[in-house]
């Protein structure tokens, strides 16, 4: 059954501690505006993917997270005319400005984009081509990072990460971080994402941490609160904020990432603390799935609302005890 997990302002602040600067490459803006240089320093961003209204179109999601009141989005999935993915490989760069608009004209900001995978089971090449178009849509779109969901293909894996180590040359160039998640098969836990990043061994790819999905693909035994202390220094740029639960559905106990963040089993207060220990000082913090219900959009947009003061909290939080 879900546990409720709401945050104790007082206890989150004694685990706070002081700050540091954060890391170098990654925007310093301010989760809220109108505050100062020093404060904007360390401030995370708060945004929200248009994964929740996947059944609907993607400036439908739009709108509705402009309504909910965040500033930034991550592109996933939703229903496109062309697809399920709003950008990937596969988005013209006609597509690609279009959908920048759309975000801009609500006032957002593309944190992260989920592009979906490469085909480097055709060669490392085609895999590289894919990558450059992604990080070519990206920059026409204005979006300032890249999610990748790395390869449960063993046979693939090395190509995988070949196609991604010989384009962060050229990401970086563009100032497009490369990062990719925890997504099950062999980049499933904090030690498994830490070799697919030696792997690349390149400033420019670094881990985009989600704990939702650390309990997931474990059957909910992994503990993200200790698995992200094996990622210290790896999480850079930023982090899903995704819950996850046990749920019965049918006499059975299911896994289900359909919660809304802080009423699941996921301790948000204690994984962020680890991964500010570790060096995630700022970032983006991106809401990935909310608890939907019936499907309406207005379920949704209400989940979405109490998922973003959730989340600002944490930041407010770290953010007063500067």
């Known amino acids: 059954m879900t546990r ?127 990558m450059r178009r992604i990080i070519d849509n990206c920059l026409v779109a204005g979006a300032k990072s890249i999610l990748m969901g790395g390869t449960g293909n063993a046979k693939l894996y090395d190509a995988y990460y070949k196609a991604i180590a010989e384009t962060c040359d050229y990401a970086a160039e563009k100032n497009i971080p490369i990062t990719v998640k925890p997504h099950g098969g062999l980049n499933a836990t904090g030690p498994q994402c830490r070799k697919c990043i030696e792997m690349v061994g390149h400033e420019n790819f670094s881990l985009w941490y989600d704990p939702g999905n650390i309990m997931y693909y474990s059957n909910g035994r992994r503990d993200p609160v200790e698995d992200a202390k094996t990622v210290a220094g790896l999480v850079r740029v930023g982090m899903c904020v995704k819950d996850f639960d046990m749920v019965e559905k049918n006499g059975e106990l299911r896994r289900d990432v359909w919660i809304t963040p802080g009423q699941g089993r996921v301790d948000f207060p204690k994984v962020l603390k680890v991964l500010r220990d570790g060096g995630f000082r700022s970032g983006a913090l991106v809401i990935e799935c909310v608890y939907r219900g019936d499907g309406s959009l207005e379920t949704i947009l209400a989940e979405a609302k109490k998922a973003r003061a959730y989340v600002e909290e944490l930041v407010a939080a770290y953010r007063d005890a500067l």
């Not at 930034?72 to 490989?89: I, Q």
């Open 4 to 130: 409720s997990a709401q945050v104790s302002r007082r206890t989150f602040l004694v685990g706070a501690g002081g700050a540091v600067a954060g890391w170098a490459t990654w925007p310093r803006l301010s989760a809220r505006g109108g505050e100062g240089p020093q404060r904007s320093e360390r401030a995370y961003q708060v945004g929200i993917y248009t994964r929740p209204w996947d059944r609907y179109d993607y400036r439908v999601a739009l709108h509705a997270i402009a309504e909910a009141g965040f500033q930034h989005v991550g592109l996933m999935t939703t229903t496109m005319p062309w697809g399920r993915l709003v950008l990937s490989a596969t988005t013209t760069s006609e597509q690609a400005a279009a959908i920048g608009e759309e975000v801009r004209k609500r006032g957002l900001g593309i944190l992260s984009v989920y592009p979906g995978g490469i085909p480097v089971q055709k060669s490392i090449q085609a895999g590289v081509e894919a």
